[in-house]
């Protein structure tokens, strides 16, 4: 309970990464801040057993359009939600095409989902960062740039009775590709923070490109493929930003030839959130506007194909080439990445590189938990496949902060308290111990 007047019960993602759902009581307004899915292995808490009714629910906070964060958002409409949803401008234009995808793997009739669609555009209104507004009773609330993918933002909310709570959201690390670096809330009184990489120092990111084009080469020395499971919002798009740079650095003739390997983005939906990214340039960072300007297109390059439809993917299992083949799900946990592991583990030419979280219980995980081990195989669909593929992870591509990065950024706040969430308990403990060391107070006993 952050004071007497204000309650916060955290209905998803408190000791977990995904199905991140908090809700503030507060002057009688019921808010909830974020009403993600869980992936992997992670549980949730059933709608019908939260404190409160959907109905009942004034307003949901949206820090970002990843679908842990977004994902229960129809499941909540359904259940009687009719507050206003509030979210950044960049939010707001993510919001219907990832909910849109998600929903194609639900039961839900195409008039269903569309009536769901259709609500929660009309319920959504996005915001600019770092202007402060009039919520309802007395509350203001603040977004600031995250650096997590486009349109993430932490929440400030400011109560009336001078109580000031902030919500990190995911936060992103510095130098972030194309995004600006996370912005520093006014100090605040509860700070809840996101946990992911609370026992991580991620590799150095500024030799990021130099570390993927090493791997790249590598892998691709054997003329096979390299798969490469990718989130389609966030991911994809710094991934396509890189090997842009890449494929023109002199350093790397082997990419930058004149046939340069082709590099497939096999992800409608990833296709579609990149075009999102170029169409929202103004919420770029310095270096990616400055390309532009130049005349060089941040995310887009001579050897990138997009891969539409089916019979596309399915011929790309064929190709005997070299080629860099980009595809979702992230955690391999679904979408046609699948496809590309159950022909590609076979064969040892392929090479996997994992550049994202890894939840419990996913195939990716598996993946990488056996790489080292006698027996490597993993399961998918029910069904054991032989790995012979090599297996790489670059943690460099982190699109959340690391532990010195969490660090800093609370530092700065300068906040009364610190409630961790979004991470795996070992993660939290070691955080917990550092921010400690440094003067700030955490809640919760030391584990
Ligand atoms: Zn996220």
Redesign the pocket.
């Known amino acids: 309970m952050p004071n007497i007047n204000s309650k916060i019960t955290h209905l998803g993602a408190e000791h977990s990464v995904t199905g991140s759902c908090h809700l503030l009581q507060v002057q009688g307004l019921n808010i909830l801040i974020d009403c993600g899915i869980t992936q992997g292995s992670e549980t949730l808490v059933p709608i019908n057993q939260w404190p409160v009714k959907p109905s009942d629910i004034n307003f949901l906070f949206l820090t ?1 359009a ?1 679908i ?2 977004i994902g229960r958002v129809p499941e909540l409409i359904q259940n009687g939600f009719k507050g206003e949803i509030i979210c950044t401008h960049a939010t707001q234009a993510l919001l219907p095409l990832m909910l849109q995808d998600a929903l194609n793997f639900s039961d839900l009739s195409r008039d269903e989902a569309a009536k769901i669609l259709s609500d929660i555009e009309q319920l959504s209104w996005g915001f600019e960062y770092q202007e402060s507004f009039d919520l309802r009773k007395g509350i203001k609330f603040k977004f600031g740039r995250a650096g ?2 486009l349109g993430s933002c932490w929440i400030r909310f400011e109560l009336p009775d001078g109580f000031n709570i902030v919500f990190s959201g ?1 936060l992103g690390a510095k130098n972030t590709p194309i995004l600006p670096d996370p912005d520093i809330p006014e100090p605040c009184d509860l700070l809840i923070m996101e946990s992911t990489y609370g026992d991580k120092t991620h590799e150095d990111r500024t030799l990021r490109v130099q570390k993927l084009g090493n791997v790249l080469i590598k892998a691709l020395s054997d003329k096979g493929k390299v798969l490469i499971p990718a989130f389609a919002l966030g991911r994809v798009q710094e991934l396509i930003y890189e090997m842009d740079r890449l494929f023109l650095d002199p350093g790397f003739p082997f990419l930058n030839s004149k046939t340069p390997i082709p590099v497939f983005i096999d992800s409608p939906l990833g296709l579609r959130i990149t075009e999102i990214y170029s169409s929202l340039s103004e919420y770029w960072d310095k270096e990616a506007k400055e390309l532009l300007q130049k005349g060089d297109h941040p995310i887009k390059f001579k050897s990138l194909y997009g891969v539409e439809n089916h019979a596309d993917h399915i011929k790309l299992m064929d190709i005997s080439s070299p080629a860099i083949i980009v595809a979702g799900s992230g955690m391999c946990n679904g979408g046609r990445i699948i496809d590309h592991l159950k022909t590609g583990l076979n064969n040892p030419k392929t090479d996997i590189l994992f550049v994202g979280y890894q939840a419990k219980g996913t195939t990716g995980r598996e993946i990488l938990t056996n790489k080292d081990k006698s027996d490597r195989s993993v399961l998918i669909d029910g069904k054991s496949y032989t790995n012979k593929a090599s297996v790489h992870q670059l943690t460099g591509y982190s ?1 959340h902060a690391d532990q010195p990065g969490l660090i800093e950024w609370a530092r700065a706040i300068n906040p009364k308290l610190v409630k961790l969430i979004h991470g795996e308990q070992t993660a939290q403990s070691a955080l917990k111990k550092q921010l400690r060391l440094c003067n700030i107070q955490v809640s919760g006993i030391e584990t």
Do not use: E, L, P, T
Request: no cysteine; hydrophobic share 10%.
């Open positions: 970002h990843h842990d964060h997590h993918i995911d699109g």
